[in-house]
């Protein structure tokens, strides 16, 4: 299985693919996780190293992912996609292969913008339906939006769920705080992911069969 993480330029993807890669091998069923960085930044890469994961995350920021990356069976992959307004081509490969879409976004108007009418770009959910074209079933992947960086008892969260489920998107129950822990966590070992919100995130993609 491939999950591919988008987001606009300020998403926090990154964080969130090593969070979600932890948490999913914590997890009760304790998942076998591979990972790929699909960035030119390769930052997902290189906290892999520095972090000391116990699985690999190769790099993988082509136009060719689609024809050059294989998940071996029996596990999931975590890919860390180029920001989609302005890697394209990358994300447009990701997304041929991709069983399943997490489109991150902080609840802000800033990235509410970005996704739903961007001013010189093609919009993230047009990218994605395009895509079903290129797919062996010629159905796009189950797409689904993460609220991240939320403020604790802010009306912007819910605010921003409404707006979202408006505009057509799938949006999940589960919301990522805004955290020094999550935010202070790139370059260093992860520990106790699934006690957390990324492990009810797990919980909530199981229970809405997403994972397999």
Request: aromatic residues 8%; proline residues 6%.
């Amino acid at each position: 299985m491939l999950i591919a993480n988008v987001s606009p330029r300020t998403g926090g993807k990154t964080t969130n693919s090593g969070w979600l890669a932890h948490a999913l091998r914590e997890a009760e069923q304790s998942y076998d996780v591979v990972g790929f960085d699909a960035d030119h930044s390769q930052q997902f890469h290189a906290w892999s190293v520095s972090g000391e994961f116990a699985f690999p995350v190769d790099p993988a920021a082509t136009a060719k992912f689609h024809t050059e990356v294989t998940v071996p069976d029996g596990k999931i992959a975590i890919v860390d996609c180029g920001h989609t307004e302005n890697h394209p081509d990358i994300t447009n490969s990701v997304l041929r292969v991709a069983d399943l879409v997490i489109l991150h976004m902080a609840p802000t108007k800033a990235d509410f913008d970005r996704i739903v009418d961007p001013p010189d770009k093609t919009k993230i959910s047009d990218v994605i339906k395009m895509s079903a074209a290129l797919r062996a079933d010629r159905t796009a992947p189950p797409t689904w939006v993460l609220l991240n960086r939320s403020v604790t008892g802010a009306s912007s969260t819910g605010i921003y769920r409404g707006m979202m489920e408006d505009e057509g998107w799938n949006v999940l129950t589960t919301v990522i705080p805004r955290s020094e822990q999550f935010g202070q966590s790139v370059s260093y070992p992860i520990t106790g992911a699934s006690k957390g919100p990324f492990g009810q995130l797990v919980t909530e993609l199981e229970k809405r069969g997403l994972l397999k």
